[in-house]
């Protein structure tokens, strides 16, 4: 079974929980713009905003079971790409190493394993992924060109998001839009 991954890069710290803040490096929107309550909402008023770009959202929270199965799947089909799509951690370090050391593993045996590494790693407290808090989507890359690309990227860093460009992902280009 071949299970397409989608671009999980946790962000920690979130500073744009306590309200309409924004990360390092972006605008957090006007004070007089109502900021979008989710992510939900917050793709909604993109899509409108920009009709032109014809955004699709791609991916949306998920279960444990799903992000194990997508990170399983990206880890052993692309080790520096999987390597270069999470931050640093020991759980990330863990899936690594199981998968070296378990080259011969089906893919339900390799999901299996994630799965426990993920859960582990949540009671200790990690973050592991925006997706299973359902804090992050994944979008087409708008469409365009790179004026509107720049454009609607810009909007989204302006209304407090966070946009990390996966062009290289395994399963198809797109956009992982953390909120």
């Known amino acids: 079974m071949r299970v397409l991954p989608e671009p999980?890069?946790?962000?920690?710290?979130?500073?744009l929980a306590a309200g309409n803040a924004s990360l390092p490096g972006q605008q957090a929107a006007p004070a007089s713009e109502a900021r979008p309550?989710?992510?939900e909402s917050l793709i909604l008023q993109i899509q409108r905003e920009f009709p032109g770009a014809h955004i699709r959202i791609t991916g949306r929270g998920r279960?444990?079971?799903?992000?194990?199965?997508?990170?399983?799947?990206?880890?052993?089909?692309n080790r520096t790409q999987f390597l270069n799509t999470y931050r640093p951690a020991a759980h990330i370090s863990e899936m690594d190493v199981w998968v070296t050391?378990?080259?011969?593993?089906?893919?339900?045996e390799a999901a299996t394993?994630?799965?426990?590494?993920i859960e582990r790693a949540r009671r200790a407290g990690a973050l592991v992924s925006n997706h299973l808090s359902d804090r992050a989507s994944d979008i087409s890359i708008p469409a365009g060109g790179q004026d509107?690309?720049?454009r609607v990227r810009s909007r989204l860093r302006q209304l407090g998001a966070h946009v990390l460009d996966e062009a290289d992902a395994v399963g198809g280009p797109h956009w992982h839009v953390d909120f």
Not at 8 to 15: D, K, S
Not at 63 to 77: C, F, G, I
Not at 101 to 108: E, I, K, L, N
């Open 101 to 108: 050391a378990h080259s011969s593993a089906t893919f339900a």
């Open 8 to 15: 999980v890069r946790p962000i920690t710290n979130n500073p």
């Open 113 to 117: 394993a994630f799965e426990a590494i």
């Open 37 to 39: 309550q989710n992510i």
């Open 63 to 77: 279960t444990v079971r799903r992000q194990a199965e997508l990170m399983a799947d990206r880890r052993r089909a």
């Open 148 to 150: 509107m690309q720049n």
